[in-house]
């Protein structure tokens, strides 16, 4: 396989999965826990324990995937990068990282949640603009 198709291969699984652990953890930390939290222990265990064993599993899958393929582009696409670009890059991947700590050991807890689902927003938000950087760096 050419290293331009693993690139390729790389870029897609890092934006699906991305995607998908993304939106996994706003949609838990803005809605489904606190909505929880209201209810108490009842509505926790009646609903929330469900939607937790399905979307658990398949959002950690996606954030390994995510980090394991951003890891690999960042070895091959940025090594070493110093620019302003690279240290937003480097910055939003630390963000990732720290979400993904932060989401496994705060599984459950709305506060957890939130610190996870902030972290991401800034490394999404990093992911996105790290091109533009240097405009105004």
Same mark, same amino acid.
């Given at each position: 396989?050419?290293?331009?198709?693993?690139?390729?291969?790389?870029?897609?699984?890092?934006?699906?999965?991305?995607v998908f652990w993304a939106?996994?953890?706003?949609?838990?930390?803005?809605?489904?826990?606190?909505?929880?939290?209201?209810?108490?222990?009842?509505?926790?265990?009646?609903?929330?324990?469900?939607? #937790?064993?399905? @979307?658990?599993? *398949?959002?950690?899958? =996606?954030? $390994? %995937?995510?980090?394991? /393929? !951003?890891?690999?582009?960042?070895?091959?696409?940025?090594?070493h990068d110093r620019s302003? #670009?690279?240290? @937003?890059?480097? *910055?939003?991947?630390? =963000?990732? $990282? %720290?979400?993904?700590? /932060? !989401?496994?050991?705060?599984?459950?807890?709305?506060?957890?949640?939130?610190?996870?689902?902030?972290?991401?927003?800034?490394?999404?938000?990093?992911? =996105?603009?790290?091109?533009?950087?240097?405009?105004?760096?």
């Open positions: 396989m050419s290293s331009a198709l693993l690139i390729l291969l790389a870029r897609a699984v890092h934006i699906l999965g991305g939106g996994s953890v706003f949609v838990m930390a803005s809605v489904i826990l606190p909505l929880a939290a209201k209810q108490g222990n009842e509505g926790f265990g009646q609903w929330v324990r469900p939607i #937790g064993r399905k @979307v658990g599993p *398949a959002a950690g899958i =996606a954030s $390994l %995937l995510t980090i394991i /393929s !951003g890891i690999y582009m960042m070895a091959v696409l940025h090594p302003v #670009g690279g240290i @937003v890059l480097i *910055a939003g991947a630390t =963000a990732a $990282l %720290l979400s993904f700590v /932060s !989401g496994f050991f705060g599984r459950g807890s709305v506060v957890g949640a939130r610190v996870a689902a902030a972290l991401l927003g800034l490394a999404v938000i990093a992911m =996105a603009v790290f091109r533009y950087a240097a405009a105004i760096g």
